[in-house]
């Protein structure tokens, strides 16, 4: 019995030494940087825009009344050597119990100048929208499939919300070194329905103006420093370790 005992014990401590390893945390949400590429008024997600086909109301026109998880702050880009994050920050992260939303942002005028080549899209969940949040790329202009994206929600310390749409660099001509995000435009559209049968993003929560260019910026590898070989130690050292001599070598 001793022995079994003795073996139960064994393999209790080899169980918990070869426990599972632990549960991968979650990655920190994103630092707004000093330098965005948009910048939007809080307090003006009330449908006071042109709701994308030229109605003569300006946009960004601040109300008493406005929408909070529709409401953008920011928009800018980070990219890494794999991959390229678009962030929208907003009001208040989703989801809304209002509705589920589309956000999304274009840029890369190309041939389709008028709202650009590639349409950067998320649709997060909410009451209106019975389907799986998704995020994507749309190349209006190549015409190629859309590419399935990353989408991250984040909410920072001030309880203020970001949108995260990630893509691989690799998925796009204009993510390759030195390319260029070009005349970025955002919107937040209400996203009403299924998976399957669309959603329709239908109408403009809030819009914004023309934004800044982002240029890809892939890191060079940082080179090592030489050590300096030979060089003696100086006289106040010296001194020190050798224990008050006044003798200079
Ligand atoms: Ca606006
Ligand atoms: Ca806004």
Redesign the pocket.
């Known amino acids: 019995m001793i022995a079994r005992r003795t073996l139960g014990l064994v393999l209790t401590v080899g169980l918990i030494g070869i426990a599972p390893a632990e549960a991968q945390e979650e990655p920190p949400p994103p630092e707004v940087p000093a330098v965005v590429q948009i910048e939007?008024?809080?307090?003006?997600?009330n449908y006071l825009n042109s709701q994308g086909v030229g109605l003569p109301f300006g946009g960004?026109q601040t109300t008493p009344a406005d929408l909070t998880v529709s409401?953008?702050?920011k928009v800018w880009w980070t990219n890494d050597a794999e991959t390229i994050s678009a962030h929208f920050q907003t009001e208040a992260p989703p989801p809304s119990s209002n509705a589920a939303y589309l956000f999304r942002v274009f840029t890369n005028p190309g041939t389709d100048a008028e709202d650009g080549c590639l349409w950067w899209e998320a649709v997060v969940e909410g009451p209106t929208f019975q389907g799986d949040p998704f995020a994507r790329l749309r190349d209006m202009c190549a015409e190629t499939d859309p590419v399935e994206g990353t989408l991250t929600i984040s909410t920072l310390e001030d309880e203020t919300g970001v949108i995260t749409i990630t893509l691989p660099r690799e998925s796009n001509a204009a993510f390759a070194a030195g390319g260029t995000i070009v005349a970025p435009i955002a919107e937040v559209r209400n996203a009403t329905g299924a998976t399957g049968a669309g959603p329709v993003t239908a109408p403009v929560a809030?819009d914004t103006k023309v934004g800044t260019d982002y240029t890809i910026v892939d890191e060079t590898k940082k080179k090592k420093k030489k050590k300096k070989k030979g060089k003696p130690k100086s006289a106040a050292s010296l001194v020190l370790l050798t224990g008050g001599s006044f003798r200079v070598l």
């Not at 939007?40 to 997600?45: R, T």
Request: zero cysteines; aromatic letters at 0%.
């Open positions: 939007d008024p809080a307090g003006d997600s960004d409401d953008i702050l809030d």
